[in-house]
């Protein structure tokens, strides 16, 4: 009888649970917020080195006779949102002296290059086109990306041979620059 009577109070106990109990549910908002962010991996400095030039005597005397010279640089260019591309450069410039003697229209102090950055994925990219930025007509593109990127560009600069260039001797300096941004 106490076995009866203990398995009858269990199931009133268990029973008592199946009844349907009030609940409530809440929301809430979970945030959080990321800054704009651009940035590019800074490149090696380039040197084209000596350039040659025709040492022997007469009429080509002293243009430059150094063939195309080519430095490639894989960096990574990356913005979180999307962002403007613009490429930058100055021809070199003569550090030793300046072109202003009387036979001026002869020599010149300056050297042109060309600067070129081109997407990993080739020409049908959708994260930028090919860019490029020539110091001999000081033009060069720009772009404006829509969307965000992240890619490992090639970074390329270019000596490209002028026969009509005779230069002044010494040491030649320019710059060259990639920005991204705002939009």
């Given at each position: 009888m106490k076995?009866?009577?203990?398995?009858?109070a269990a199931t009133a106990l268990f029973s008592g649970t199946a009844?349907?109990?009030?609940?409530?549910?809440?929301?809430?908002?979970?945030?959080?917020?990321?800054?704009q962010e651009c940035s590019v991996e800074q490149p090696d400095?380039?040197?084209?080195?000596?350039?040659?030039?025709?040492?022997d005597p007469g009429e080509e005397a002293l243009l430059l006779t150094q063939g195309r010279i080519s430095d490639y640089q894989d960096i990574w260019i990356s913005c979180n949102y999307g962002a403007n591309m613009a490429l930058a450069a100055t021809s070199?410039?003569?550090?030793?002296?300046?072109?202003?003697?009387?036979?001026?229209?002869?020599f010149s102090d300056t050297i042109?290059?060309?600067?070129?950055?081109?997407?990993s994925a080739g020409v049908n990219s959708t994260v930028f086109n090919r860019m490029s930025f020539d110091t001999l007509t000081n033009s060069g593109d720009n772009k404006t990306n829509t969307d965000a990127f992240h890619d490992q560009a090639s970074l390329l600069l270019r000596y490209v041979p002028r026969p009509?260039?005779?230069p002044l001797a010494g040491n030649?300096?320019?710059?060259a620059s990639i920005t991204v941004g705002g939009v």
């Open positions: 076995k009866v009577l203990l398995a009858t009844f349907a109990q009030a609940t409530d549910t809440v929301e809430m908002t979970v945030s959080a917020s990321v800054a400095n380039v040197n084209f080195g000596q350039l040659a030039i025709n040492q070199m410039v003569n550090q030793d002296q300046a072109n202003d003697g009387p036979d001026a229209a002869d042109p290059y060309r600067m070129e950055l081109n997407n009509d260039l005779r030649y300096l320019g710059t």
